[in-house]
């Protein structure tokens, strides 16, 4: 199964709150898994991504939980801000023949309330 | 700023006529990438070149197509138009079609057919 199912569709927090973005997959093939950033009306960039070999990454108040066992990762924004108001992505890498592949999550629309 | 370019920003045209979206990936980059975005929707992979020649096909219409050049740009062609095939049309690029593949997004193309 090469999906990545992401949730929610949508989120609202509080300013200062953490939301939290979950997404699951089947395909234990899958080795690199990003999370990418899309504000309105510009082209997604790469926030944060992990290899399933470690179970945590952080960069700055953005923060991935990566559970190998149960196929999950999930994408913590800490001290969540308006500015961090965007669409997010998560994605799985695959090896398919000499390429590979990004297999995308269908998106967060994450909106943070001053 | 990607440094991956796309023209024109956006395109307004009628149904039944056809287009042409370019893309300049970044400087190096060998593999392109071009992705459907409808209004509030996820990314929806189209098609994928790596040194000019087609790697991986997604959900491309038989109405587009497209073509990877020598120098590496890239050129999504876009023919008997309808009115659902108004999007963002992106493309991006990544260095090599290997694992951990960062991907980087141009602005994009808005298409908007009558």
């Known amino acids: 199964q090469q999906q990545v199912k992401q949730s929610p569709q949508s989120l609202i927090v509080q300013k200062g709150g953490i939301p939290i973005i979950n997404c699951a997959y089947e395909?234990?093939?899958?080795?690199?898994f990003p999370w990418y950033q899309q504000f309105p009306g510009k082209g997604p960039a790469l926030l944060i991504a992990?290899?399933?070999d470690v179970s945590e990454k952080k960069e700055g108040r953005f923060t991935i939980s990566f559970n190998k066992s149960a196929k999950q990762f999930s994408l913590h924004i800490m001290d969540s801000q308006p500015g961090d108001s965007a669409t997010y992505f998560c994605?799985?890498?695959?090896?398919?023949?000499?390429?590979?592949?990004?297999?995308w999550g269908a998106g967060t629309k994450l909106i943070i309330k001053p | 700023d990607s440094g991956v370019t796309q023209t024109p920003k956006h395109l307004i045209t009628a149904t039944g006529q056809r287009v042409t979206l370019r893309c300049s990936p970044r400087?190096?980059?060998?593999?392109v990438y071009w992705y459907q975005q409808s209004l509030d929707q996820g990314l929806q992979f189209l098609i994928q070149?790596?040194?000019?020649?087609?790697?991986a096909k997604g959900n491309i219409l038989e109405r587009f197509s497209a073509q990877q050049f020598p120098d590496l740009h890239s050129e999504l062609n876009l023919s008997s138009l309808e009115l659902g095939d108004s999007a963002l049309y992106f493309c991006?690029?990544?260095?090599?079609?290997?694992?951990?593949?960062?991907?980087?997004f141009g602005p994009g193309t808005r298409l908007t057919v009558l």
């Open positions: 991006a690029s990544s260095a090599a079609a290997r694992s951990y593949n960062e991907q980087f």
């Open positions: 992990i290899r399933p």
């Open positions: 400087s190096g980059d060998l593999s």
């Open positions: 070149y790596y040194n000019g020649e087609e790697r």
């Open positions: 395909n234990t093939a899958f080795d690199y």
């Open positions: 994605a799985a890498s695959i090896r398919a023949g000499s390429n590979y592949q990004l297999i």
